[in-house]
């Protein structure tokens, strides 16, 4: 009697630290969560390492604690619930338990749930750092350094991280997981100049270009010769300008890899933008920018000088394929437009020349929320692949109209942003191509477009279930009937120890569940991969708003190795 | 024979390693006569030279090196060969000014761009050879690490450069950088001078501070070598191309919570709240304000502290509050009432000794009193870093200073001949003896100036080694605060003069160039030892004296 006074007690603690406790009213509060973080790739013990859990659903309630010399940690006297389980120290960034970013596995404690004895498997950080150089092996002291990963299931190229060299021609990028990395370095000779005969005037700032740059304090010579008239190609790692010919950086866990660049000056292109401006006290901008892994722009920082009768010239452009962003004055109004072309040599744009014409992009946005749409309210189009994007506001009717310049035709999804991002659940089109939930627009023409809003997303919850028990560390995907174009409606988790899992935001639909055991190395996205998983898979119908509970049947990878691998020895 | 380069407006005189010196190409003064003009415009002449590193004396390669004629033909520029040579052909007979730049190498000119002259080189060949001379820039690199030697991740480092400036001592803030992973941290593109070096504070950050059940510990700030502020810091000396190692520790401390609201703000100002130290320095510690309740909560290490709220409305007028606040527990609940800007009047009265109509009348044109007092400023004098000075402005038809922030101040007055300050007070406060404090509350009492125009002259010469010599000259009255001496620099030869001086007594010093410019005349501790040197004078209303001192100093 007197025991369970106690723990009626302590239920009570519990229950004034944690609103969440309410939720959990029978709760025994005898859990414990135990373990051992080891080194990921040795499995020796890590003493030191500060673990810390939160309660899942409430993460500013922190309870931290520090590992002995074998390793250990333990957290006693635990509500019943999930709670998540973090763990850095010194060389081990902050990450999650069985973390496959940005998933990973929460601890369930309760009765029969096994949350004792975990070996938390830490990854070492590793890093890549090098020195950028030129060809005369002197420093290059200003300059971007680009790092970008190949993800290991999709094969996607993402950017991870931008750094600047700082005056020291040096870079690092530290704190990295394991994968495959790419360098890309982008910078221009210091000592570049225009050639003799440009137009000697103050420099006008670039859209893309950092004007705060010390380039800008630079003089600018009014003169000088080819051998100062000179560019940098964004050039990768190890000595490559074309992304095709990039060295792939296999960094193990806690490898501190090295990848020096050098650069090496290329005669510039002059590019001369005809009709940029009517008025002088009113000159265009030009920005130029260039892909990298024909995904990221990046900006080139070029030299902009006005021309004679309106024109602009931009020197210092690397030969090679850019995008060049124009903002111009016709007199009544300032345009954008966007220009994809190869320069090899000189060249010249004239933006009078509507060479690939606009489209006239209008439609209404259907809410099936009652009212007006609130001010501030905006249709955005953006490519997954390009992070390109633009859009136009939306009325409180729901109307919206506007032209663009497109660079190129690709793919585009739609999002309607108020307060949040609305999710838009269908798309009807006329003058564009709809594919799944994703728009084609033509170089021309008028489109016609009616977007409906969803009244309400649904949510999953669910178990990975082998032989009646939970596993833990599956990837759940949430697959649409329909593959193709349907990059969105995709969804995925990691179950939990006790093989639960949550799917949010479900567009209703009718989708098919599949669970993966050490899936996390294949390319979900791709149909060919996923359709052997998918008559194992538990087929579900999320009608509207609700939550849907299911079981999914845990399957094991079919062996299909992706590129690279984490590592989990 | 100067030709200052200042006629070209494509040069920037920002640029890192930018030489300059003009010369001139003349061979038409010797060689040519006037039948011979009209080949004289096609003439062309060359120009080479070499760039060395003034601390070696190697020569520097791919130097940049531009030389621009006077008469407006095109600029030349090119990169020194490998043996650090360039040279220039086909140049008009002009004067020519010559660049020459690299990144991490100073010239005179970015190493001294107030007291810079042109070097003047006179041709009277076809072909000139040059040595230009470039400094290597300092470095200071170093490591941050616990007591237990594990490295300091992502400390912000901040370089102070020692700055004297007409007397008064400043730190510039001359260079940021962070650590990285393994606790190094590298400062480029240092001149030479004197350095002081700080680290931290490294803090948790707000989230986790606010976390329930977190130890809330973080790195404060620690000065090189170990010392716990500004004042106990001992500075960096750095020559040209020295590289320095500086190395900290820092030991884990308490964090706490600082949170209160602010109140009184204007709706749809901008407001900030920010942590200072005494020295006026911007802790960088985390806080966050809600501008929308008003409530502000921050986190730093305990010690003692300003705790300043600065919220601006839309027509930019200023509202301040400075709080001292010494933490060494959480600290909740603060209430921090943004005040009305501060605004003080100023009051010009000109009182002219004749007592003539006509005089009198001139006094009272408000005109002429803006002539008299050409300026008035406040110049803080317990902020360290950096220079922060107010001037007062034209205000309804008077001067006032707007937008004050609390703080200490000196008043600097400058006034037009015949006029000198006579007295300068606010309330009971005699500014000409005691600095002008300001506190958050401060009332609108005006500050109270009277002019006069029955001053004294004082002329006189450097003495060193019995010879008239060049250098500064320094007066300043007996009773006053230094911040109030006026200065004035002679050449070799001339004699100094001072005029509308106030009656009363003087001490006047004389100092050589090299040893004024390194002195923080305007304290007193430091002017103590060079005062006991000092010439005293005592002058009466209208009488011009006359007085030679002898030049103090390390100079020949």
């Known amino acids: 009697m007197k025991r369970w006074s106690l723990a009626w007690w302590i239920v009570v603690l519990a229950t004034a630290l944690s609103s969440h406790a309410q939720k959990v009213k029978s709760a025994v509060v005898t859990g414990r969560i135990t373990g051992t973080v080891v080194h990921a790739g040795t499995g020796r013990p890590l003493a030191g390492i500060d673990v810390s859990i939160s309660p899942a659903e409430q993460r500013d309630l922190v309870t931290e604690t520090t590992t002995g010399p074998d390793g250990r940690f333990a957290f006693e006297n635990l509500a019943r619930g999930k709670f998540s389980l973090i763990a850095q120290g010194s060389g081990f960034s902050e990450q999650a338990y069985q973390q496959h970013a940005p998933y990973s596995t929460a601890i369930a404690v309760g009765p029969g749930l096994a949350s004792e004895n975990l070996i938390f498997q830490l990854v070492p950080d590793g890093s890549i750092s090098g020195s950028v150089q030129d060809e005369e092996n002197e420093t290059v002291r200003n300059g971007d350094v680009l790092l970008f990963s190949r993800d290991g299931a999709t094969g996607r190229m993402e950017l991870r991280a931008r750094n600047t060299l700082e005056d020291q021609g040096r870079y690092h990028f530290g704190h990295l997981f394991p994968g495959t990395y790419f360098v890309a370095v982008s910078a221009q000779p210091w000592y570049a100049a225009d050639p003799p005969g440009a137009q000697n005037s103050p420099k006008l700032s670039m859209e893309g270009e950092n004007t705060a740059d010390q380039r800008s304090d630079a003089p600018s010579p009014s003169s000088g010769d080819a051998a100062l008239d000179v560019a940098y190609r964004v050039t990768f790692y190890a000595d490559a300008v074309d992304a095709e010919s990039a060295t792939p950086i296999q960094l193990h866990a806690g490898e501190r890899a090295t990848a020096d660049v050098t650069l090496r000056a290329v005669p510039a292109v002059h590019l001369t933008v005809r009709n940029a401006s009517t008025d002088p006290n009113q000159p265009g901008s030009v920005g130029v920018q260039q892909r990298v892994f024909d995904r990221e722009l990046i900006p080139i920082q070029g030299r902009t000088q006005p021309g004679p009768s309106g024109s602009l010239v931009v020197g210092g452009i690397p030969p090679g394929h850019v995008v060049v962003n124009l903002r111009t004055y016709s007199g009544k109004e300032w345009k954008n437009q966007a220009r994809e072309l190869d320069v090899a040599s000189d060249s010249e744009i004239d933006t009078s020349e509507n060479s690939t014409g606009a489209v006239y992009i209008r439609g209404t946005v259907h809410s099936p929320q009652p009212g007006p749409f609130p001010p501030g309210t905006y249709v955005r189009f953006f490519n997954r692949d390009t992070h390109e994007g633009f859009g136009a506001p939306v009325s409180d009717t729901g109307k919206f109209e506007f032209s663009q310049n497109l660079s190129s035709t690709s793919v585009y999804e739609v999002a309607v942003i108020h307060p949040r991002r609305a999710i838009v659940e269908k798309i009807t089109a006329s003058g564009a191509k709809v594919v799944g939930r994703t728009l084609t627009f033509p170089r021309n023409g008028t489109v016609d477009l009616t977007l409906t809003l969803l009244p309400g997303a649904g949510r999953i919850d669910g178990t990975v279930l082998r032989e009646g028990k939970g596993v833990s560390q599956a990837m759940v995907v949430l697959v649409p009937q329909s593959l193709q174009g349907n990059a969105d409606l995709f969804r995925r988790d990691q179950s939990d120890s006790d093989g639960t899992f949550s799917l949010y935001q479900v567009i209703p639909g009718r989708y098919t569940v599949v669970a993966i055991e050490n899936g996390w190395n294949l390319d979900w996205q791709n149909p060919d991969v996923l359709r052997p998983y998918l008559e194992h898979g538990q087929s579900v119908e999320v009608p509207g708003s609700g939550t849907y509970k299911i079981s999914v049947p845990a399957q094991a990878s079919n062996g299909v190795p992706a590129a690279d691998t984490q590592a989990q020895n | ?556």
């Open chain 2, 1 to 556: 024979m100067h030709s200052v380069n200042a006629k070209r407006p494509s040069f920037s005189s920002t640029a890192v390693g930018i030489l300059v010196c003009a010369l001139t190409l003349a061979p038409a003064l010797f060689c040519q006569t006037a039948t011979d003009a009209p080949a004289l415009s096609t003439r062309t002449h060359s120009l080479s030279g070499t760039v060395v590193n003034s601390v070696t004396g190697e020569p520097i390669r791919r130097v940049m090196v531009q030389a621009a004629p006077a008469n407006g033909t095109q600029m030349q520029s090119a990169l020194t060969d490998s043996e650090g040579r360039f040279e220039f052909s086909g140049l008009p007979e002009s004067d020519i000014s010559v660049l020459a730049h690299k990144p991490g190498y100073f010239s005179t000119a970015d190493l001294n761009p107030s007291d810079f002259q042109p070097e003047t080189v006179h041709l009277v060949d076809d072909t000139a050879t040059l040595t230009l001379q470039l400094l290597p820039e300092a470095i200071i690199a170093g490591h941050v690490a616990t007591a237990k030697g594990d490295p300091i991740e992502d400390t912000p480092i901040r370089v102070f450069r020692e700055v004297i400036s007409n007397g008064y001592r400043r730190w510039e803030v001359k260079g940021q950088a962070t650590t990285e992973e393994d606790g190094h941290f590298r400062m480029v593109g240092l001149m030479p001078g004197r350095y002081l070096l700080a680290a931290g504070p490294n803090l948790p950050n707000l989230r986790a501070v606010r976390s329930r059940g977190v130890r809330k510990e973080g790195f404060g700030t620690m000065f090189h070598p170990g010392a716990p502020d500004m004042d106990a810091a001992t500075p960096v000396a750095l020559t040209g191309g020295q590289q320095v190692t500086a190395d900290f520790v820092l030991k884990l401390e308490p964090v706490f919570q600082v949170s209160g609201t602010l109140v009184g703000f204007p709706p749809g100002a901008g407001v900030g709240v920010q942590f200072t130290n005494k020295y006026g320095e911007v802790i960088p510690s985390p806080i966050d304000v809600d501008m929308q309740t008003g409530k502000f909560h921050g986190a730093i290490p305990g010690g003692s502290y300003i705790l300043q709220a600065r919220g601006s409305d839309s027509t930019g007028r200023l509202s301040a509050t400075d709080l001292p606040l010494i933490v060494s527990g959480d600290v909740e609940g603060i209430t921090l009432p943004l005040g009305a800007p501060i605004t003080i009047p100023v009051n010009v009265e000109l009182r002219p000794s004749s007592n003539s109509p006509e005089q009198l009348a001139a006094a009272n044109f408000l005109p002429a009193r803006e002539v008299a007092a050409s300026s008035v400023r406040l110049i803080s004098t317990d902020v360290h870093i950096d220079n922060v000075e107010y001037q007062a402005e034209k205000a309804n038809g008077g001067l006032a200073f707007r937008n004050l922030a609390p703080g200490r101040y000196s008043v600097d007055i400058s006034t037009t001949a015949p006029w000198y300050v006579r007295s300068a007070r606010i309330g009971a406060t005699d500014l000409l003896r005691e600095d002008l404090v300001i506190g958050s509350g401060h009332r609108a009492e005006p500050l109270e100036i009277v002019l006069r125009d029955d001053g004294a002259r004082l002329k006189g010469n450097i003495l060193a080694d019995g010879q008239s010599a060049g250098g500064w000259v320094l007066v300043c009255a007996d009773q006053e605060l230094l911040t109030h001496a006026r200065t004035t620099l002679i050449a070799p030869g001339s004699g100094f003069e001072f005029v509308s001086l106030a009656p009363g007594e003087y001490k006047v010093l004389a100092f050589d160039r090299e040893t004024f410019a390194a002195l923080e005349f305007r304290n007193a501790e430091v002017l103590a030892p060079y005062l006991s040197k000092a010439a005293t004078v005592t002058l009466h209303p209208g009488e011009e004296a006359t007085i030679n001192v002898e030049r103090q100093g390390t100079a020949k």
